[in-house]
């Protein structure tokens, strides 16, 4: 019964490829969140979406896509791959006000060779 | 815009002994605050939140936190950690004025290790 799910959990490319990170949230959630925490354990939010509305989009390169088909999940894609996006990527969610928290995925560790 | 500083990197304690983590905040908006746990190669895990009313908060594993308005402090303590609590500590904010989606600003985190 995970709440947040992420896929895949480790992902090793080679830098110029295109990836994708898939998210999950089966808690009724309404927004979803994508951060990065990089290799000093920093996080740091990226994309917010709303009701499948983008609501915080943060300085990410445009390399940097997320998608939004349902209020249930938040996929992120990444073009043209550099060494420095090499870092752990988390999907969370909650209810719009944040109220309740934030409920966070187990993280993507994405290593760009 | 929100600031997280946690003060302390790195706290070893022995176990059995109390513990406090020390996190302060910036705002100029009231806010709502968090302490999360992250455990090896895990996801965050919400130990508990300040949103209003009672300025103690209890989490989940024996994990209290005291919001104090004047000093913009949200200090974590547990009174006997364990060797499971190894993990690193969060401190985050989210202020009340940024609509419906709230984002996190996360401190720069506090390696808690307990030492046997």
């Known amino acids: 019964d995970t709440a947040v799910s992420q896929t895949p959990k480790y992902l090793v490319t080679q830098m110029g490829n295109d990836k994708s990170i898939k998210c999950e949230q089966n808690?009724?959630?309404?927004?979803m969140y994508w951060y990065k925490q990089d290799s000093k354990k920093f996080l740091k939010i990226m994309f917010s979406?709303?009701?499948?509305?983008?609501?915080i989009n943060e300085t990410v390169p445009n390399r940097f896509s997320p998608k939004s088909p349902d209020k249930a999940h938040l996929n992120l894609h990444i073009n043209s791959l550099e060494l420095g996006d090499s870092a752990v990527y988390f999907c969370?969610?909650?209810?719009?006000?944040?109220?309740?928290?934030?409920?966070f995925g187990p993280g993507t560790r994405l290593t760009v060779l | 815009a929100q600031s997280v500083t946690q003060l302390d990197s790195q706290v070893p304690v022995f176990e059995e002994a109390p513990v406090e983590l020390r996190c302060n905040y910036s705002?100029?908006?009231?806010?709502?605050l968090f302490w999360y746990v992250q455990y090896p190669n895990q996801g965050l895990q919400l130990l508990l939140k300040?949103?209003?009313?009672?300025?103690l908060v209890k989490g989940i594993n024996g994990f209290e936190a005291e919001f104090n308005k004047s000093q913009t402090s949200f200090h974590l303590r547990k009174p006997s950690v364990h060797i499971s609590d190894t993990a690193e500590y969060f401190c985050?904010?989210?202020?009340?004025?940024?609509?419906?989606?709230?984002?996190?600003?996360f401190g720069s985190g506090t390696q808690l290790t307990v030492l046997p």
């Open positions: 985050a904010v989210s202020d009340l004025s940024s609509g419906s989606a709230r984002q996190l600003t």
């Open positions: 705002s100029s908006v009231s806010v709502y």
């Open positions: 979406y709303n009701n499948k509305e983008l609501i």
């Open positions: 969370a969610s909650s209810q719009s006000g944040g109220a309740g928290g934030q409920f």
């Open positions: 808690l009724g959630h309404d927004t």
């Open positions: 300040y949103l209003s009313g009672s300025t």
